[in-house]
């Protein structure tokens, strides 16, 4: 499922990958558009674990702390913006080194006889508000431009 803006955002990259994607048997290829939370809750309803398999750090994972607040388990592309996302309650989110197919395949795989078990959990730790989050961004950036103490 991909939820594109409806001005075409970034076609040049989602149109090719939505020709492969269509091309996969047995997979399914639909464009939704920007969501409300009703309909985000439908949808993450419906979702047994979210695979963000991303190739860059994103420093402000909004997919991430939607899959939370909605009690969605995660696998994410092991960067320290995600990872931070779970100090609290790792047993929802699994971390794979991004660009490694088949460690992908491998953790995917552990997840779902997880889920065959009954093991698979939805995260139970509090998910800070976007102005907490930008907060914590802004105290680490502080951080970062002090001189350092030697």
Known sequence: MFCPRNDNEEA???LPLRDRIRNLGGSIWTECGV??????????????????????????????????????????????????????DQSSA????????????????SVWQAKRRGELRAPTCRVP??????????????CARRPLQL
């Open 12 to 14: 040049e990259y989602w």
């Open 35 to 88: 969501l409300d939370g009703t309909a985000l809750r439908k949808i993450h309803g419906t979702i047994d674990v979210l695979a963000l398999p991303s190739v860059w750090p994103d420093f402000c994972p909004f997919v991430t702390l939607e899959a939370q607040a909605l009690g969605t388990p995660v696998v994410l592309s092991d960067f320290p913006s995600q990872r931070e996302m779970f100090t609290e």
């Open 94 to 109: 699994w971390f794979v080194a991004p660009n490694d197919v088949s460690a992908w395949a491998n953790c995917l795989i």
């Open 129 to 142: 508000t976007i102005e907490e989050y930008a907060q914590r961004l802004l105290q680490t950036y502080q």
